[in-house]
């Protein structure tokens, strides 16, 4: 695509369900990135893919949260049991290279709204 | 590890002022440098970058300057605009990690 699409833009669930987060990334660009925004704290590196594997998954706050990719596209990151803490705006970038100094492309993010 | 720290803000100024966000990294080694801005509503967007020491990278009337003497890549304007209102910040890459930001810095500019 023209850009890179994240759905859905807005999230609400309650404390204890899981969710799940989806991103699109531009076409043909192999590295896949996904960050935290909380207010205060600024983004927080959470994963990055290369192709459809995960060389760095340091970021990852807890076992309850996991990631995928398919088909060297679409990335799914999974919450698992959510916690009033999760809630964040979400965001996915994907970059034609590895972590280069190409910079990123970002899309809009999902607001992620624990109650 | 890796940081980068950036200027508290939030920035206030009227239209036509002079800007300067500060920025300085700790890396161990040569890392690239980046400014995005994300304006209200809308995603980051890179808005410059530079990649080796004495680089300066320029966009819309910004511009930044890697400066490795002082670990620094301040961005400056010389006249803001109602229109640059919006979140910056200031983040580094190298080979083997990720980009790593700041916590941003809001400008918000009055006419």
């Known amino acids: 695509g023209a850009g890179v699409s994240q759905s859905p833009s807005n999230k609400v669930t309650e404390k204890g369900k899981d969710v799940e987060l989806r991103c699109d990334p531009i076409?043909?660009?192999?590295?896949l990135y996904w960050y935290r925004q909380s207010l205060g704290q600024g983004l927080e590196f959470l994963i990055y893919?290369?192709?459809?594997?995960?060389?760095?998954k340091s970021g990852l706050p807890s076992d309850r949260f996991s990631a995928e990719r398919t088909g060297g596209s679409v990335s799914t990151l999974t919450i698992q049991r959510t916690q009033q803490e999760d809630s964040a705006v979400y965001l996915c970038?994907?970059?034609?290279?590895?972590?280069?100094?190409?910079?990123?492309?970002f899309g809009s993010g999902t607001r992620l709204t624990v109650v | 590890g890796d940081s980068v720290t950036q200027m508290e803000g939030p920035v206030t100024l009227s239209e036509e002022a002079f800007l300067t966000i500060n920025c300085t990294y700790t890396?161990?080694?040569?890392?690239?440098l980046f400014w995005y801005v994300q304006y209200p509503g809308e995603g980051l967007q890179l808005l410059l970058k530079?990649?080796?020491?004495?680089d300066k990278g320029s966009n819309k009337g910004f511009e930044a300057t890697y400066r490795k003497e002082t670990t620094s890549f301040h961005l400056e304007k010389g006249s803001v605009q109602v229109s640059d209102s919006a979140v910056y910040f200031c983040a580094l890459t190298q080979a083997g990690t990720a980009l790593i930001f700041g916590k941003g810095t809001t400008l918000s500019v009055s006419s």
């Open positions: 970038a994907s970059s034609l290279r590895d972590r280069g100094a190409y910079g990123y492309t």
């Open positions: 893919f290369q192709g459809n594997s995960a060389p760095d």
């Open positions: 530079a990649t080796k020491a004495d």
């Open positions: 890396a161990t080694g040569y890392p690239s």
């Open positions: 076409s043909g660009h192999t590295a």
